[in-house]
């Protein structure tokens, strides 16, 4: 649907290939964190990922998760400015942009929240560390939040933007 809106709109085209672009880098970043912690032990059992491994696999993994996060927003974003020529209405342009503003809140919340939830942020990383964290229902309570972010709106407002007028 993204794909077949953005070839129909030229007028939204270059805000809509540089989101693209972002989205892929950001994605490009993820998978290379991602991979680069599976090569310090990430699927292994723990007992079997010496210390050092695994503290540089966690924190690689985290900042992964950081782009990760960052790339969805980014998607869900991207996919809502197409959708703006198609507003008709002030109303309908009024409920993309409170999309667009709100999912990118509590997303970017919701990826920042990986290094702040520790303190130091190393404690995230590293279990031996000195410090303290939050308590780890507050970390999913956010991420179910973010990711419960206005997926029937958006899908509702895509089907009234697409009835003829």
Not at 20 to 40: E, K
Not at 138 to 147: E, L, P, S
């Amino acid at each position: 649907m993204g794909t077949y809106t953005s070839l129909c709109l030229s007028a939204s085209t270059f805000r809509c290939k540089s989101l693209l672009t972002s989205f892929q880098l950001c994605l490009l970043i993820y998978c290379g964190l991602t991979a680069a912690a599976v090569t310090n032990g990430i699927g292994r059992r723990r007992a079997l990922i010496p210390s050092a491994s695994l503290i540089v696999a966690l924190r690689l993994l985290y900042t992964g998760r950081f782009f990760g996060i960052i790339a969805l927003a980014i998607s869900k974003s991207s996919f809502a400015v197409t959708l703006l020529p198609l507003a008709r209405v002030a109303w309908q342009r009024a409920a993309l942009w409170f999309i667009i503003i709100s999912l990118n809140l509590v997303l970017w919340i919701c990826g920042f929240s990986l290094f702040f939830q520790c303190s130091p942020a190393r404690k995230a990383w590293d279990l031996n560390a000195p410090g303290t964290c939050w308590d780890s229902r507050v970390q999913v309570n956010i991420g179910i939040a973010a990711g419960g972010m206005h997926p029937e709106c958006l899908a509702e407002l895509t089907s009234t933007l697409m009835e003829p007028t």
